[in-house]
DNA sequence: GCCGTTTTCGGCCCGACTGTTTTCAGTCG
């Protein structure tokens, strides 16, 4: 059993005690926990045998016994227990809007509703009104949750809710009623995927402000409205939130607003250590407020180095010991794995090689797909041969830019790669990527992937779970073995920047960063638009603390040629 | 269930909004 899963039961448990009514610092202690282990770069089961579990703060006495018996055998009895105890439709039932586990257990006590199918039909006979609580509005609410819960599964990729909030914030900004407005919440932490956006806005009059913001384009259904929070439905189906306060608010709020929720309890533990209280509106040493005029100024307030907002997930932020100097979103300055025409990519090289340039980067690794993946029109022995002869020609063109010859080459179900050795090594880099069989099992997985690390003209391994987001899962594979394995012959792994990838994620980057195996943060590209997919990878690369030496494609290309030849 | 530079017991972050309520519980972030 390893950490994620680990962590997910314990999750789990403090789900499923909230249901039990429980105490809610009982509830807190177990998604502590897994929080904990969640960013834990060291493998738990090496901790266990240690017998060090209770040196990871948030890991107690009881979390120790659990863990250890989740370890050795596999299974916990405790958790079986809980799980025998509330059914599970029961539980999927909070996955409705503003239906929590209160409610739900409520329902199931005492109308013996355990599915969601159970619930609706409830609601339109009727029959919830009478119970403590509930009303008719509920009832309502309910219904309409339940067909957009259906409609809906709530959550959106990075690249699809940044472009709404950012013409929202444009909206707001062009009305003149608002003096700061920001992005807050996940997305402003650039998390993967996002249930909603949240916006944040200073003004002096809110309601004016409210005004313009449900009439902004696109605003299908007003779900709330409040003297400071408005709650609005797109036409997609996306909420989104905005908080108005008064300006000199604006810091603490924006601070407070962006989150995590996890980041926040632990500013203010930092805070009430201090004497000091920390809300959306200010920080306070008794009735008196300690003036910030930005976020800077908030965490200098409370001792703290700025914290950057991919940061704020309490894995360690809080610790001045620990900071990193992060890669920054100007830190690239070249980019490898894009694809043209010459397989499945919709620019021509040159295209996409000027595209490159104009970012201001310095060189572009063309990587078009190898001749296995048929799909994508891949290239044979001879055409990956024209295509360097191409290369050769457009690299006449430029000064102050270069195109890397490259090959996205399939790893074959054998592991061993796709095109002769002869030809690979007429390359400048190779990508390993797996495109097929995904359906193995775990060990001859990774078996494959490790034999193709081993290869000698393999480089880099390109997006190394094979997930899409919101899709489909990964391909089973030891990450830990894989890993090690690109250490051991010092290959590269690639942060893919696609943003229904997004593979490593942060968390099993910052892992490769803890192990020193280098990455490399790269678009993916199938057209020139793409390559701007490099930010989605950087604010990954951000929440997973790497600094510009852990990466591949901060260097100048003297220096990546060297290393990709050694 | 975790934790401790006043503590091994008694705390544990804080507030807005909603719907149900005459003072509050649940949900959300």
Known sequence: ??????????????????????????????????????????????????????????????????????????????????????????????????????????????????????????????????????????QQKILKGIEFHEQHVGQYLLNDAMPVAKSLIAWLEASKTVHRVSIAGSLRRWKETVRDIDLLASATDAAKVMDVFVKAPGVAEVIGRGDTKTSVRLASGMQVDLRV????????????????????????????????KVNEYGITRGSTLIECKDEVEFYKALGLPYVPPEMRENTGELDPKKFPQLIDYKSLKGV??????????????????????????????????????????????????????EIDRLNKKWKDFRILKGLECDILPSGDLDLSPDILGQLEFVIGSIHSRFDMPEK?????????????????????????????????????RVL????????????????????????????????????????DAHSTSDLENIEYGIATARRAWLEEKDVLNTRDLDEVLEILNG
Request: charged share 30%; hydrophobic share 40%.
């Open 444 to 480: 001859e997985m990774t078996e494959r992937v490790c034999k193709a690390i081993a290869n000698e003209h393999f480089d880099i391994l390109g997006h190394a779970t094979g997930r899409l987001l919101l899709s489909r899962e990964g391909y089973k594979l030891d990450l830990g």
């Open 245 to 276: 306060v008064t300006d000199p608010q604006f810091p603490y709020a924006l601070a407070y607003f962006t989150g995590s929720k996890e980041h926040n309890v632990a500013i203010r533990q930092v805070a009430q250590k201090q004497g000091l």
């Open 484 to 523: 090690e394995a690109a250490k051991q012959h010092r290959k590269i792994v690639e942060l893919n920047a696609y943003p229904n990838r997004l593979d490593l994620d942060w968390i099993h980057c910052r892992r490769a960063k803890d192990l020193g195996v280098m990455m490399s943060i790269n678009p």
């Open 1 to 138: 059993m390893n950490n994620g899963q680990i962590a997910q039961v314990l999750d789990s448990i403090g789900e499923l005690l909230e249901f039990k009514d429980e105490n809610p610092f009982k509830v807190r202690a177990y998604h502590n926990a897994a929080r904990a282990i969640e960013s834990l770069t060291v493998d738990l089961a090496d901790v266990c045998r240690d017998k060090k579990l209770g040196d990871i703060p948030g890991i107690g006495k009881a979390m120790e016994e659990k863990i250890t018996e989740l370890i050795t055998t596999g299974k916990l009895g405790f958790y079986e227990e809980l799980r025998k105890e509330i059914p599970e439709g029961v539980v999927a039932m909070v996955s409705i809007p503003s239906f929590g586990p209160k409610k739900a257990r409520v329902v199931w006590k005492e109308l013996g509703i355990t599915t969601i199918a159970d619930l609706r039909k409830a609601c339109q006979e009727n029959k919830l009104s009478g119970l403590k609580g509930f009303g008719e509005k509920t």
């Open 336 to 389: 490898f794995h894009t694809h043209s025409t010459w397989s499945d990519g919709t620019a021509e090289i040159e295209a996409m090689a000027e595209k490159a340039r104009s970012m201001g980067l310095r060189y572009m690794g063309l990587s078009d797909h190898s001749k296995a993946a048929a799909y994508a029109n891949g290239m044979d022995e001879a055409r990956l041969a024209k295509q360097m002869k």
